[in-house]
């Protein structure tokens, strides 16, 4: 008893030192690709071959200038912004109302119900690209943000359904059957009551489906011919293969482009902990 007691205090000492010497070299992994694509970007091609890692000697801004002074690049980034907030909107709202039924009122094949929508989550999203294609195709919505946002807005159903009713089913009845004494309606309930104080889980979600969206390559790539319509994702691809043989150019693109979804996340990282932290503990 008294080794173990003495043993103890060592491995308390230990944990701490092993998880952050994890989470240190996973970082320096994450770190090292972006660090090398920043600096790439202020070199030109010589440097590159010359001097991979070191620091640009001398430094070239004129490749993220000349990025920054594309039009192309900015609509790009206005096609992604639109599509992924037109996203999240069709998806949490739809969502929002799916969970609500499924945690809030019991009916026959409930249970069966969200089993068939949380399957959705085994569905591979490469699967459907041929039969997705062609109903887009049927439906006339080619060429078309529509023909992006509505199988994002789908295929993003089953997550957002999951956490919604996870967070929907932890309040109290209590303040239910207050509500509908005081006169309100199970629609008045959801909107006035059950919805303000889901906004940590509808932040959650909300993060997610845009990060989704912004993200997305493979559905924009197939949808849009039009390069008017050309997502930031896209457009990075089709960049590096005009500029196939101007590398630091091509990295500095690249991190332009990943400018935008960093910057959400920093600002949105709070609110995407809190919101899972929070229907954590209350489930």
Not at 48 to 68: A, E, H, K, M, R
Not at 216 to 223: G, Q, R, S
Request: glycine residues 8%.
């Amino acid at each position: 008893m008294s080794l173990h007691a003495r043993d103890k205090p060592a491995i308390q000492v230990i944990r701490p030192i092993a998880l952050h010497t994890v989470v240190i070299v996973i970082g320096i992994f994450i770190l090292l690709p972006i660090l090398y694509g920043v600096l790439g970007g202020f070199k030109n091609n010589q440097q590159l071959s010359t001097n991979p890692i070191g620091l640009p000697s001398p430094w070239v801004p004129s490749n993220y200038t000349d990025v920054l002074g594309s039009g192309d690049f900015w609509l790009q980034v206005w096609n992604s912004s639109f599509i992924a907030l037109a996203t999240a909107f069709i998806t949490v709202g739809v969502s929002a109302l799916a969970a609500f039924v499924f945690a809030r009122f019991a009916f026959r094949g409930r249970e069966f119900l969200f089993t068939v929508f949380a399957a959705g989550l085994m569905f591979p999203f490469a699967v459907a690209i041929l039969p997705l294609f062609i109903l887009l195709r049927f439906f006339g919505i080619l060429n078309n943000p529509l023909g992006v946002i509505l199988p994002q807005a789908a295929f993003g159903l089953s997550l957002t359904i999951i956490i919604l009713r996870q967070f929907f089913r932890s309040i109290p009845g209590e303040i239910e059957e207050a509500a509908i004494l005081d006169g309100c309606t199970p629609f008045g309930f959801f909107w006035r009551i059950l919805l303000p104080m889901a906004k940590p889980a509808l932040a959650t979600v909300s993060v997610l489906a845009i990060v989704g969206s912004w993200n997305n390559f493979f559905l924009p790539l197939v949808v849009f011919n039009d390069p008017g319509l050309w997502t930031l994702p896209v457009g990075v691809q089709q960049f590096q293969g005009q500029y196939s043989t101007d590398t630091a150019k091509v990295l500095a693109y690249v991190v332009l482009a990943m400018v935008p979804a960093l910057a959400f996340y920093a600002v949105a990282e709070r609110q995407l902990i809190g919101g899972l932290t929070t229907g954590s503990v209350k489930g």
